[in-house]
């Protein structure tokens, strides 16, 4: 007899349900992937927007200072930064893991604290002297085991920077 049948069989059911529950497992994949990417995505941005940021600041401050000193920190502490203003404030650039915090000081009080997260990394700071005393500020990121280190190096000449101003005749 080979009449219409009404209904599904059981072996049809069981083959749909298999084929929704590896398509369910592939999109929820895809969906947590992207999420992860966007995630990166939007902490590298973060970060690179706080690294422009502190690179206009450290600029800014090193131009203006009239004394810059690297500091070693006590007990395995990271050096700091230290530049002296006209006014007689003085601007200390601290350095964390992943983060450098900005202190302005006057008299020794805090006047203004700013942290910069960065993405990971280490900073460090170089003084070189002579005519015009050029101080560095060096941001390594990278770790042994992706064997991709990158550093990245913002120069800022302490006082007036006259390479580039208009000669007068």
Do not use: C, W
């Not at 990394?121 to 991709?148: H, K, N």
Request: hydrophobic letters at 35%; proline letters at 2%.
């Amino acid at each position: 007899m080979t009449g219409n049948r009404a209904g599904k069989s059981l072996v049809e059911l069981s083959v749909v349900i298999g084929l929704l529950s590896v398509v369910l497992i592939l999109a929820t994949r895809t969906i947590t992937f992207l999420m992860q990417a966007e995630g990166a995505g939007r902490a590298a941005v973060v970060s690179e927007t706080n690294f422009s940021r502190l690179a206009d600041r450290f600029r800014k401050n090193t131009h203006a200072a009239t004394k810059a000193e690297r500091l070693d920190g006590d007990n395995n502490a990271p050096q700091k930064l230290q530049l002296t203003q006209p006014d007689g404030r003085v601007v200390e650039f601290r350095p964390g893991m992943g983060r450098v915090q900005v202190v302005v000081l006057r008299d020794q009080k805090t006047q203004e604290r700013e942290v910069y997260h960065l993405n990971g990394g280490m900073t460090r700071f170089e003084i070189t002297e002579g005519e015009q005393p050029l101080v560095s500020l060096l941001y390594e990121t990278g770790d042994d085991a992706s064997r991709r280190h990158k550093t990245v190096r913002i120069d800022a000449l302490r006082g007036k920077d006259h390479r580039f101003s208009k000669q007068s005749n």
